[in-house]
């Protein structure tokens, strides 16, 4: 009580910001539609995280996703690619074998897009796959340590980014890129926030909240894709899984 009787409230600094009123005056700023990586749905430089209901097939969606980007194709046919470019999608538990055959079967099932195969090899160095579960790269997959300081795999990450102009950055599951015991998630965030491109986290457990802190948040669900965005809201895209691949329906 002494201490709040010889402060004056003109010199408390909380006092200086009183209410919301910077808030209300403040325009919410959209993205432009050029500014966006997928057309309307995921914005360039933004974290946005994919998670499943019960429901398979996020790493085949992450993959289709990548493909998108790298390869300048529509996102699950019906988004157009704004900024097709460099891709690297980091997987911590399937192998590298696993991983290639899951390619191989969308190439063959993406028959939508006529002469894909081709395109694939004029632009085959836009999109790379580094499988940390064969454990052949001498890092482990945390991004960060205990503490939330950067890791050798964040330096190499940050600067495979900055290097080849990376759009699009997957991390499959996001869980594994950070100790168990690290006391808040947000220093990974800090982290993924000074990386130059849209960071896709691959959620291993449904309703984590560890990943709501995003703008974009997709879930798959019965039916198809639910997406909450911080810029257009809720909207549902119907989607099915085919032969290894997802495909939207009416």
């Not at 432009?32 to 969606?61: C, H, M």
């Not at 470019?85 to 074998?97: M, P, Q």
Request: net charge negative.
């Amino acid at each position: 009580m002494t201490v709040s009787a010889n402060l004056k409230i003109e010199e408390n600094p909380f006092a200086q910001k009183l209410g919301i009123k910077e808030w209300q005056d403040r325009p919410f700023i959209q993205p432009r539609p050029e500014d966006y990586l997928i057309d309307g749905l995921i914005p360039a430089n933004a974290l946005v995280s994919l998670q499943a209901e019960n429901v398979f097939g996020k790493t085949t969606l992450a993959t289709q996703l990548a493909m998108s980007v790298a390869f300048g194709l529509p996102f699950i046919d019906r988004f157009p690619c704004l900024q097709p470019g460099k891709v690297l999608y980091i997987n911590a538990r399937d192998t590298d074998e696993d991983s290639h055959r899951r390619f191989k079967r969308l190439v063959r099932e993406w028959t939508t897009i006529p002469g894909l195969s081709s395109r694939i090899d004029e632009m085959m160095d836009n999109l790379t796959h580094i499988s940390l579960f064969d454990e052949c790269f001498g890092v482990v997959p945390h991004l960060v340590d205990v503490s939330g300081s950067m890791t050798k795999t964040y330096t190499y990450l940050h600067q495979f980014s900055e290097y080849f102009k990376s759009k699009l950055i997957i991390l499959d599951p996001v869980e594994d890129f950070f100790p168990d015991n690290l006391k808040n998630v947000s220093e990974l965030y800090l982290k993924l926030r000074q990386i130059n491109s849209t960071v896709l986290l691959v959620a291993d457990h449904s309703r984590n909240e560890a990943f709501h802190k995003v703008e974009v948040c997709m879930s798959i669900v019965a039916g198809g894709l639910r997406v909450h965005s911080d810029y257009v809201g809720r909207c549902d895209i119907a989607m099915t899984m085919g032969e290894g691949i997802w495909f939207p329906t009416l």
